[in-house]
């Protein structure tokens, strides 16, 4: 079983930043695409941003050019950095990896912009 914790959610300014993390842990085998999905209040999940094992990302357009995903292959970690936030940014963020044909989520970790 594979295990996702999240973390480096919380409450900032429009125009701010934040740096989420998503670690793996469990009987892990090769990681391939790492993601990361957010889901605003009365909305449904939508897809922020994916890295595969090779490094190439994408993006959704909301987000283009202001948040960054990473990955460490060694840690088993990916990462997301937020940069110039808007209130429209808020929402719960999840991550996802897919292992050996299965897919894994974390459990969330709430991200509110406001002033």
């Known amino acids: 079983q594979v295990q996702l914790v999240e973390s480096g959610g919380g409450l900032v300014q429009p125009g701010g930043s934040l740096r989420l993390s998503c670690a793996a842990s469990?009987?892990?085998?090769?990681?391939?695409?790492m993601g990361w999905y957010r889901q605003a209040p009365g909305k449904q999940r939508e897809l922020v941003t994916t890295?595969?094992?090779?490094?190439?990302?994408n993006y959704a357009d909301s987000v283009k050019g202001r948040f960054t995903i990473s990955r460490d292959n060694a840690k088993n970690t990916v990462y997301l950095q937020m940069n110039s936030l808007k209130p429209e940014d808020t929402g719960v963020y999840y991550c996802k990896m897919r292992s050996a044909g299965f897919d894994y989520w974390g459990q969330g970790t709430q991200v509110t912009v406001s002033s």
């Open positions: 469990g009987r892990i085998f090769s990681i391939g695409v």
């Open positions: 890295i595969t094992s090779l490094g190439n990302t």
